[in-house]
């Protein structure tokens, strides 16, 4: 089939603004858009610019938004799409570095900030530490996330307000919060209630949507404002 | 424009209704405060925001408010239940409907009233 | 949209108590409890009565009954506050410039206090017969 | 601009990860290097799981694992290095649960087990549970603990930093990386006392394959140009289940589960190929008998190009909570529901047991003397120590980069305590900034796409799983002349910031130089052994090729090779059947 592959590009070197260009593909419905980029940057326009790694959403380099929403455009095919035309752009709230690359710090930050490793001082035992698969379960979830960054670039909050560390720090803290071998919780706790921290989610279920994981992000959130407001109360 | 989902439309319609409340507030504590200097400047100003416009803002406020809270209350559902969170989208039908049955009597009940001239 | 990044950390200089959460909780326990107290309001003076007849007899009778001294004064109180701190938390999202933010949110803190102050005034200097008219 | 560090870190995927720790917990200021993200790097794509022997389910021995694993690389495996991984393994994955690392359970609260390919019991009995693992994404979270322990100890990382060069002083020792920086199109000079190779392997050098576009061999690319040798880069496996028709991994993993592997006519084929332990055969082996199922026109499909993996006689619940990543990818990438339907599969390529020669303390060796090259450690897939011999285990991979990883940030950080910084005169980053420059100046009009296609659709015909003298003949010209091509590409980006086409120039350069030294030394080495099998030598041949393969550029083209006895031991070479 035909397709219009429609990009905004930028260019901080020669652009003033992000403008659109447009291309005509020929694509077969199975393929993906992540396809379509390398099709334009390798027989078309060797200048489109963008991440990509591993080509089948694990390593999350590749979420943009895609006809309107955040997406991996490695996991996206033309067929999901229902449509012949699509359109590409940088995921929103970071800034653009070139076409759909985006400036990742703020993200990674956020991310550090909340302590993202298991905090437990005890001395480890000679063998591994028990945990039940029930115990294991609660916080499975959490350890799917690729980082890709397609849940916190979705949410309203985040574009308009940066200081919000945003769904997926608190998805990653969630998964230590409720680790059964982590004792790091107080200072967790300290990080995420904080100006700027899980209190400013409005609940918008934007990055429950985007996750390409399927994570249910909103209700971990949730449950970890919950954890916070039973330890202090 | 973001294609997001219900979740996206009632966070931006609980936002703005928050502020239009919010705002009316503000107006409506200052129309009754003009009480303590007699009833002659409050029966002015009362009447003042008699007039149709204003009457329908007001009627567009009491739709605010009954969406913010019946709104507000999903919010809470999701907030404290193990559940809400994965029934969001219905129960913003949910708000949505008793939206309409609650507000489409009122509409009803007060429009007829502000041109039909009600007391004054 | 043009997005000005502005980092977690800034945010996390700027308060590290757990004041978030009390308004979190306040916003919620205030809603439910506005949920009675607004749409009762609103029942009592815009659906069992017509709106365009209150006048200030109407508000006269009404504010001299202990009652709904109450009633209107938590509801009073309440939806300050809690429309108050709503609207904090949309400047913090919108007005960027740290100075003009700061700016915005004192002037609206400064309006809410008037006006919480002379709400309260006027239920409680009842009857103003005496204030003429 | 230039840095220092005492160790350097060229790459942050697991074995690189693991490294930096170790050298950070042994005192030494620390820097990675990565092209990627840490976390995009291809260790996250892993999927079955990590292999210890560490008994949970069922009872095993370190000896069983050593057994399996120098048996499973067709006795070219070094006796050595096998026991040493062996053994270290078992700590290495428990020190990895202490780390945080979310393991899937057992009712009795400990690590779970399952089986994998060629991991038996009692020296090749039946298949053993071995490989822990977390769901289908072992390696994903392997991955995301070591980078959040990285966070935890503040590692210094240079993210998006293509390395161009490595610097030698006069006495032949490393000292220093030229690194891009794609952000900003600076060369930027890193100067350490000890530098670790941890850069991953090259599968992109053919057209189907399971690894990520940024697999590209660059810094055993870079050791082959700098004179030193790449240890048995003949050796290239082919996973048997890539989703067809994109090779996209399906993990051994569910074949551990009890998936099958059909022919057109449904019937379990390798009850006929490895009638002990059929389905959970070694992978060159799996992959060989679907090779030859296909050419006896037992195929599946209109075409008769793939085969079946039957996974539904299996309980919903195991497809779904064990692997759920690879119900995903038949579910996304080929419309097949797993629970209903087989999955249809092909060879794909996966994992390249060759790479920089190295001791058992990851040093870099370069010759058959094991003469160390002071300085500079390798590690993971880009290193060959030589533990996976002709044909690397399932599972082998991940727990080698957390036993050599973890040697190479002992070894390195203790090596780099001897160090004393080199003045270093600031043409030093010249021969980077020639090469940058020369790719953005050139106008002689080849494609990088065009030569890279051409390059991954021949060695997938001429050097995959089958080979023979004719087609290796061939490819070896065929190189030669896409390497020509080479040298008259042009770009279209010639912008400083995030040049992206320009690093795939880059990368095809690599590709297309470890090509070479793969084509030239399966050319050479006749006879059949694990992962390398030739239609026109089919027996293994101990008398004349127990050693391993050196292989040294001389010139472009040119290739010279010298030779390493194996390390024997414990096990004699013997008839390898299943
Ligand atoms: C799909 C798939 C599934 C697998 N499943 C399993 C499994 O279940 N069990 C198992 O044991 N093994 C498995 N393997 C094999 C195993 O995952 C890999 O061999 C292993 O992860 C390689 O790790 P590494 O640390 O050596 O390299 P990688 O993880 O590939 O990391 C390489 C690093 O080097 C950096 N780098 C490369 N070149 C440069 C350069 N020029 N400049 C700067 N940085 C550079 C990259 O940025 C990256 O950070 C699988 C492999 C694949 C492809
Ligand atoms: C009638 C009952 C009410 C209920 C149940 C209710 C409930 C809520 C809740 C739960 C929130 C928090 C939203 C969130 O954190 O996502 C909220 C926010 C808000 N409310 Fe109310 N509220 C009510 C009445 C009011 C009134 C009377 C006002 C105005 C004075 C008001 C103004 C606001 C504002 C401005 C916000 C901020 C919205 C935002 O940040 O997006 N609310 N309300
Ligand atoms: S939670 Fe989902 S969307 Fe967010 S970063 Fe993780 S994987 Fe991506
Ligand atoms: S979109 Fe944003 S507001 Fe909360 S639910 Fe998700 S973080
Ligand atoms: S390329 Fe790895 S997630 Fe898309």
């Known amino acids: 089939m035909r397709v219009t592959l429609k990009v905004l590009r930028y260019n901080p070197e020669a652009d003033r603004a992000p403008h659109w260009e447009s291309y005509q593909l020929e694509a077969e419905p199975t393929d993906r858009v992540l396809d379509l980029l390398h099709n334009v940057k390798w027989d078309t326009d060797g200048t489109l610019t963008f991440r990509r790694s591993c080509g089948h959403g694990i390593c999350g380099s590749c979420a943009m938004m895609i006809n309107g929403v955040n997406r991996l455009a490695c996991k996206t095919l033309v067929q999901n799409l229902d449509t012949d035309t699509i359109t590409v752009e940088p995921i929103r709230g970071l800034p653009v570095e070139k076409d759909l690359v985006v400036d990742m710090a703020p993200f990674f930050q956020a991310f550090k900030a909340v302590k993202p490793y298991l905090i437990n001082d005890d001395p480890p035992p000679e063998r591994e530490r028990l945990q039940s698969p029930e115990e294991r379960a609660v916080f499975d979830e959490g350890t799917k996330c690729i980082l890709c960054a397609a849940c916190t670039t979705s949410c309203p909050v985040f574009w308009v307000n940066g200081t919000y560390i945003g769904p997926s720090a608190i998805v990653n803290a969630h998964r230590f919060i409720f680790d059964s071998r982590d004792k790091g919780n107080g200072e967790r706790f300290k990080a995420l209630s904080g100006g700027g921290g899980i209190w400013r989610c409005r609940t918008a279920y934007n990055c429950t949507e985007a996750c390409p994981r399927d994570i249910p992000v909103t209700e971990l959130i949730e449950e970890v404002k919950r954890a916070i407001m039973v330890n202090y109360v | ?120 | 949209m043009a997005i000005k990044t502005r980092n977690f950390n800034v945010a996390r200089q700027q308060a590290s108590t757990n004041i978030e959460l009390i308004w979190w909780v306040f916003m919620r326990v205030s809603g439910v409890l506005l949920v009675f107290l607004v749409l009762g309001h609103i029942y009592m003076n815009n659906i069992l009565i017509s709106n365009t007849s209150i006048d200030f007899d109407y508000v006269a009778s009404r504010f001299s009954q202990p009652l709904y001294k109450v009633y209107d004064l938590v509801m009073l109180v309440l939806a300050m506050l809690h429309g108050t701190n709503g609207l904090r938390y949309i400047i913090d999202d919108y007005v960027h410039h740290d100075g003009w933010r700061n700016i915005v949110k004192y002037a609206l803190y400064f309006v809410v206090a008037v006006l919480i102050t002379t709400g309260t005034m006027l239920l409680f200097s009842f009857p103003f017969n005496k204030v003429g008219g | 601009m230039a840095h220092i560090h005492d160790v350097l870190i060229v790459g942050a995927g697991g074995a690189g990860l693991t490294a930096a720790l170790f050298a950070a917990k042994n005192g030494a200021n620390v820097g990675v290097i990565t092209k990627l993200y840490p976390t995009r790097s291809h260790t996250g794509a892993a999927q079955g799981g990590v292999s210890a022997a560490l008994g949970n389910v069922e009872e095993d021995r370190w000896e069983w694992h050593m057994y399996d694993t120098v048996k499973g690389g067709d006795y070219l495996t070094d006796q050595d290095a096998a026991e040493v991984f062996a053994k270290e393994t078992i700590e290495g994955v428990i020190e990895l649960e202490h780390m945080g690392l979310p393991f899937d359970r057992l009712p009795s609260g400990k690590i779970a087990q399952r089986r994998f390919g060629g991991h038996t019991r009692n020296f090749g009995e039946a298949p053993v549970r071995r490989a822990a693992y977390a769901a289908d994404r072992t390696g994903h979270v392997i991955l995301h603990t070591l980078h959040q322990q990285a966070v935890k100890y503040g590692i210094a990382f240079y993210n998006e930093f293509y390395v161009l060069d490595l610097l030698f002083d006069d006495d032949g020792r490393a000292f220093g990386v030229l690194a891009y920086e794609l952000a900003t199109g600076e060369v930027h000079t890193f100067k350490a006392g000890a530098i670790v190779i941890a850069s991953g392997g090259y599968g992109r050098i053919f057209k189907t394959t399971a690894t990520a576009h940024t697999v590209t061999g660059d810094m055993q690319a870079l050791i082959y140009n700098k004179g030193l040798p790449l240890e048995d880069p003949e050796f290239f496996q082919f996973h048997p289940t890539g989703l067809f028709p994109l090779g996209i991994l399906i993990t051994e993993g569910a074949r551990g589960e009890g998936g099958i592997l059909r022919n057109a006519d449904g019937e379990r084929f390798m009850e006929r190929y490895a009638p002990t332990i059929k389905d959970l055969a070694p992978r060159d082996v799996v992959a060989r008998s679907m090779f030859i199922e296909i050419m006896e026109g037992r195929g599946c499909g209109p075409n008769k190009d793939h085969i079946c993996l039957d996974l539904t006689h299996l309980e919903p619940d195991v497809i779904e909570k064990r692997l759920p990543d690879i119900a995903e990818f038949a579910r996304t990438y080929a419309g097949v529901d797993p629970v209903k339907q087989p999955i249809p599969v092909l060879y794909t390529a996966h994992y390249s047991m060759g790479g920089i020669p190295t001791t058992l303390w990851t040093e870099v060796i370069k010759d058959e003397n094991n003469t160390v090259v002071p300085g500079l450690y390798a590690a993971g897939e880009s290193a060959c120590v030589s533990m996976h011999g002709a044909n690397r285990l399932g599972t082998n991979s991940l727990a080698e980069l957390i036993v050599f990883g973890r040697r190479a940030g002992i070894a390195s950080a203790k090596f780099a305590q001897t160090y004393k910084p080199h003045p270093l005169p600031p043409e030093a980053s010249d021969p980077a900034r020639e090469r940058v420059d020369k790719i953005l100046s050139s106008s002689g009009g080849e494609s990088v796409s065009k030569i890279r296609k051409e390059l991954q659709e021949s060695m997938m015909e001429n050097a995959s799983v089958y080979r023979n003298e004719e087609r290796l003949s061939k490819q070896v010209k065929i190189v030669r002349e896409l390497q020509e091509r080479y040298e008259h590409i042009s770009i279209q980006d010639k912008g400083k910031l995030f040049n992206t086409e320009l690093v795939e120039a880059f990368e095809l350069g690599s590709l297309l130089t470890v090509a070479e030294a793969l084509v030239h030394a399966a050319l050479n080495r006749t006879e059949s052994r694990g992962a390398h099998a030739r239609e026109d030598y089919p027996e293994r041949d101990d008398d004349n090729w127990l050693k391993h393969t050196l292989a040294y550029r001389e010139a472009p083209g040119k290739v010279r090779f010298a030779y390493k006895p194996v390390v024997l031991g414990r096990f004699e070479p013997k008839p390898r059947t299943y």
């Not at chain 2, 100003?45 to 149709?52: N, R």
């Not at chain 2, 809400?84 to 429009?111: D, E, H, M, S």
């Open chain 2, 1 to 120: 424009m973001y294609r997001g989902r219900e979740g996206q439309w009632a966070f931006y319609l609980h936002r703005i209704t928050g502020v239009a409340i919010l705002l009316y507030l503000l107006v409506h504590v200052g129309e009754l405060t003009a009480a303590m200097f007699g009833s002659k400047y409050s029966n002015a100003i009362l009447h003042f925001f008699h007039q149709p416009l204003f009457q329908l803002g007001l009627l567009t406020v009491i739709g605010a408010v009954l969406y913010h809270a019946l709104n507000g209350l999903r919010i809470l559902i999701m907030d404290f239940t193990s559940w809400g969170t994965r029934l969001q989208n219905k129960l913003w039908y949910g708000v949505l409907i008793l939206f309409a049955l609650l507000y489409v009597p009122t509409v009803i009940k007060i429009l007829p009233e502000i041109f039909g001239g009600g007391g004054h």
